[in-house]
Nanobody, 122 residues
Framework: QVQLVESGGGLVQAGGSLRLSCAAS????????MGWFRQVPGKEREFVAA????????YDVNSVKGRFTISRDNAKNTVYLQMTSLKPEDTAVYYC???????????????WGQGTQVTVSS
């Protein structure tokens, strides 16, 4: 079992930055690929970024390229999402998730956090 707890969300003006953190329980954190997803009411949860267990490989969706960066610190059992140049359309609940195999699909992830709200005002 892996328990995930996100933090770092909040209200920010357009153009601002936030860093989300996701702390994981357990001693096998480095064996899991980690992903960030986001969801707005009435829409499906969408992929944002993912990172391999070692951190050597990362993927992100086109809409956040050059603005968001996923990273991880395996010594701290934590994955991060650094978000810059935020736009109102980035407003969503952001979730971190853990998977044994790197995936951009929600169905590929076995464990999920409770989510953290990010609101970007115009």
């Amino acid at each position: 079992q892996v328990q995930l707890v996100e933090s770092g969300g909040g209200l920010v003006q357009a153009g601002g930055s936030l860093r989300l953190s996701c702390a994981a329980s357990g001693r096998t954190f480095s064996s899991y690929c980690m992903g960030w997803f986001r969801q707005v009411p009435g829409k499906e949860r969408e992929f944002v970024a993912a990172i391999s267990g070692s951190g050597a490989r990362t993927y992100d969706v086109n809409s956040v390229k050059g603005r968001f960066t996923i990273s991880r610190d395996n010594a701290k059992n934590t994955v991060y999402l650094q978000m810059t140049s935020l736009k109102p359309e980035d407003t969503a609940v952001y979730y971190c998730a853990a998977a044994k195999v790197l995936s951009i699909r929600t169905s590929g992830y076995d464990y999920w956090g409770q989510g953290t709200q990010v609101t970007v005002s115009s």
